[in-house]
């Protein structure tokens, strides 16, 4: 069974940066996606980016897009979340979740099957 396991949220600044990171446990050789998805109060879970733990592939939000960045290390089997840049509608709680979505689910909640704790991450001054 995936176990993951999110860690990095803290309280920044506008404009600031932080880095979340997702240890994902018996991810290898089962063709997962990895995505980070956030919730902010009284909100639905949104999508903000996920990548193919086996070829790399990313795909991101486009409110993310160039600001926040994923990666994978596979030696920690774990991503991260690269966040700069931040404005306070990115406070939310954040979700790393694993599943194996097609091109149709990469960006719902209903194309994966496990989710971390999640973290919160509050931009504020």
């Known amino acids: 069974q995936v176990q993951l396991a999110e860690s990095g949220g803290g309280l920044v600044q506008p404009g600031g940066s932080l880095r979340l990171f997702c240890a994902a446990s018996n991810i290898a050789g089962g063709s997962y996606a990895l995505g980070w998805f956030r919730q902010a109060a009284g909100k639905e879970r949104e999508w903000v980016g996920t990548?193919?733990?086996?070829?790399?592939?990313?795909w991101y939000t486009d409110s993310v897009k160039g600001r926040f960045s994923i990666s994978r290390d596979r030696a920690k089997s774990a991503i991260d979340l690269q966040m700069n840049n931040l404005k306070p509608e990115d406070t939310a709680v954040y979700y790393c979740?694993?599943?194996?979505?097609?091109?149709?689910?990469?960006?719902?909640?209903?194309?994966?099957?496990?989710w971390g704790q999640g973290t919160q991450v509050t931009v504020a001054s």
């Open positions: 990548i193919r733990w086996n070829n790399g592939q990313i």
């Open positions: 979740a694993a599943g194996r979505p097609n091109q149709s689910t990469v960006a719902t909640t209903g194309g994966y099957y496990y």
